[in-house]
């Protein structure tokens, strides 16, 4: 074992001499020192000082769904490093067999299972499957990507690209071309809300496309839920007329379940809440849930066999992953899947998630910076306001002093930040899947407090 794990103090050190920390402002690591989280165990985690916090984000971005410390999913990783840790993924493995074997069965109508190691990258697969089935059967025409405002995708050029959110993007361009932003489906912050919204909203996607000429568009991709951009549920309506905007103009769709894949939200999918039918599927973080990295690009055999043309040289997906070839992903996300299934995780997350909405609505009663509380399953966020009449946002700054007050007293919540400018307003709680009503009414227990110190 190294020398740092039993000190501390040099621990801390290294990590402020050099570690680059995601999306952090080093500035203030001059004078206080960085957390370093040491030890989880189902819901828990535990900092370097000894200090425990009751984890309602997942690991910070909704990943760790099954909840720390599950020896199974570690032993059945070691087991299969030992045996056969990697091949390329132009040959196949026994684990990558299986799981795409079994993620298929949760996913009817869907067939190919393309391995890759991040929500972006799964999502960077999606969108060239998207270029090249342009060039091959459309002469290079369909290969725009329409994307929606406040919805995120992840952290590469291309991702950004189809990125809504312009905090995220700002400092980062220039784009890549071809992608086209289609309007949030918000209702809190819409213009024109109430009876039909969900129509309207899936109408302006069509007026997008009707302006760029349907016959040059190659996808939509949306989320499910909007996760950072807010934690929006699609309006009733919605996604019917989607789904038919799709197919009137031949528009492959394409759901990015990174954060609401594998139990999140109440059902193994996103998607599976509103009976849509994508033809393509990406998902990451809780597919393994942290456990190993690994992300899936899931397609119909429609798309996949618009690849088989064995007389064109430059006819096949010719892409590749290298750690897409790992097989600790694969193996990992066979254990997470059986846990989620022999727990009964979709079920406690829908069961758990109604507790969290409820105790969030009842909090709206006492505190009037709450405007909205939104969300599916264990997948909740409630929206901040100065003025409930008014519903002018709360400043970032205050959200995050509620994050803050929280941290402090030992419960780690999230909220949208540095995301859509003026809109990152919303508390967003996502707990591991094994949430008990204890567990929901001391993460509320803790926002009510520090709704009361911050609001103040
Ligand atoms: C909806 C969505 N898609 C894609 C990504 C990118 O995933 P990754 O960070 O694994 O690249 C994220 C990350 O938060 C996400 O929320």
């Not at 570690?19 to 370093?36: G, R, S």
């Not at 030992?82 to 067939?111: N, S």
């Not at 995050?400 to 419960?411: E, F, P, S, Y």
Request: proline share 4%.
């Amino acid at each position: 074992m190294s020398q740092y794990h039993n000190d501390p103090a040099s621990v801390i050190e290294s990590d402020r001499a050099h570690v680059w920390h995601h999306l952090a402002q080093h500035k203030p690591f001059e004078t206080i020192d960085p957390q370093i989280i040491v030890e989880g165990k189902g819901m828990r985690v535990w900092d370097i000082t000894g200090k425990e916090h009751l984890d309602a984000v997942s690991g910070g971005v909704w990943t760790v769904n099954v909840g720390y410390g599950r020896t199974e999913i570690a032993d059945a990783v070691r087991d299969q490093l030992v045996k056969m840790c990697y091949f390329a993924g132009a040959k196949g493995t026994i684990p990558g067999a299986e799981f795409a074997q079994r993620l298929i069965e949760k996913m009817p109508g869907l067939d190919r299972v393309y391995y890759a190691n991040s929500g972006s990258e799964a999502n960077e697969k999606a969108f060239k499957m998207v270029r090249q089935i342009s060039h091959k059967h459309y002469g290079g025409k369909k290969h725009k990507i329409l994307y929606r405002d406040r919805d995120y995708h992840g952290t590469t050029i291309a991702c950004l690209s189809a990125g809504g959110q312009q905090e995220r993007n700002a400092q980062y361009g220039p784009f890549a071309p071809g992608f086209v932003e289609v309007p949030h489906c918000l209702e809190y912050r819409a213009d024109q809300p109430g009876e039909g919204y969900g129509e309207r909203a899936a109408q302006a996607i069509e007026d997008v496309i009707l302006r760029e000429g349907p016959d040059t568009i190659g996808a939509l991709c949306l989320e499910p839920i909007t996760a950072g951009g807010g934690i929006i549920v699609p309006p009733q309506g919605y996604w019917e007329r989607v789904q038919e905007i799709c197919k009137k103009y031949d528009i492959l769709l394409h759901i990015d379940e990174v954060v609401c894949g594998l139990g999140r939200t109440g059902t193994w999918f996103g998607y599976q809440q509103f009976g849509i039918k994508p033809d393509i599927v990406t998902m990451a973080k809780g597919v393994a849930s942290g456990y190993a990295a690994i992300s899936c690009c899931v397609t119909t055999n429609e798309v996949f066999e618009k690849f088989k043309d064995a007389d064109d040289p430059l006819g096949y997906f010719r892409d590749i992953s290298t750690f897409g070839g790992c097989t600790a992903g694969p193996v990992a996300a066979l254990e997470n899947m059986r846990i989620i299934e022999e727990e009964n995780l979709c079920e406690n997350s829908a069961a758990m998630g109604n507790r969290l909405h409820q105790n969030l609505l009842d909090l709206m009663n006492k505190h009037e910076c709450i405007g909205e509380v939104r969300g599916m399953g264990l997948f909740q966020g409630a929206e901040l306001v100065k003025s409930r009449e008014t519903r002018e946002p709360m400043d970032e700054k205050r959200v995050m002093a509620v994050v803050a007050d929280c941290l402090k007293n030992g419960v780690i919540i999230g909220a949208s930040n540095r995301s859509m400018p003026g809109f990152n307003n919303t508390l967003l709680f996502a707990p591991a899947l094994i949430a008990t009503a204890d567990d929901i009414d001391q993460i509320t227990d803790a926002v009510d407090q520090a709704l009361t110190r911050v609001m103040a």
